[in-house]
Nanobody, 124 residues
Framework: QVRLAESGGGLAQPGGSLRLSCAVS????????MGWYRQAPGKQRELVAL???????RYGESVKGRFTISRDNAKLSVDLQMNNLQPEDTAVYYC??????????????????WGKGTLVTVSS
C-alpha cells in the first residue's frame, strides 16, 4: 500500500518560516510528479507547488517568491520551504504524488496519491 506521510506543520508567526516534508512509503514506485496543495477553512483545495519530472515546476500565485519546493528522488521525498509566512497561508497542507507502483519490475498505471495533511497556522 503506497502511502504519503507529511511532517513539519505547526504554528508560525507572521514573517516566520516552516519546512514541510513528505515521504513515500509502501513499496517501489515510479514518480511522475510530486507537490503540495492546501485547503483553508471554507475554501477549495488549491495548488501550492508542483514539481513534475523533467522540469516545469509550478507555484500558486500567492506563494511565488516565498515558498520553494524540492525533491529527493533517491529518498522518495518532497519538501516545501515556506518563508515570510502570512496569516492567509493558514491551511491544511497536503502532499500529492502522481505515482505508479512497480510490481515485478513493471510499473502499474499511474494514479494520484494524497497524504492525510498537516496543519499550518500562521498567527501572532
Amino acid at each position: 500500500q503506497v502511502r504519503l506521510a507529511e511532517s513539519g506543520g505547526g504554528l508560525a508567526q507572521p514573517g516566520g518560516s516552516l519546512r514541510l516534508s513528505c515521504a513515500v512509503s509502501g513499496g517501489v514506485v515510479s514518480i511522475y510528479s510530486m507537490g503540495w496543495y492546501r485547503q483553508a477553512p471554507g475554501k477549495q483545495r488549491e495548488l501550492v507547488a508542483l514539481m513534475p519530472n523533467g522540469g516545469g515546476t509550478r507555484y500558486g500565485e500567492s506563494v511565488k517568491g516565498r515558498f520553494t519546493i524540492s525533491r529527493d528522488n533517491a529518498k522518495l521525498s518532497v519538501d516545501l520551504q515556506m518563508n515570510n509566512l502570512q496569516p492567509e497561508d493558514t491551511a491544511v497542507y497536503y502532499c500529492y504524488g502522481d505515482l505508479s507502483r512497480v510490481v515485478g519490475g513493471i510499473a502499474e498505471g499511474a494514479k494520484d496519491y494524497w497524504g492525510k495533511g498537516t496543519l499550518v497556522t500562521v498567527s501572532s
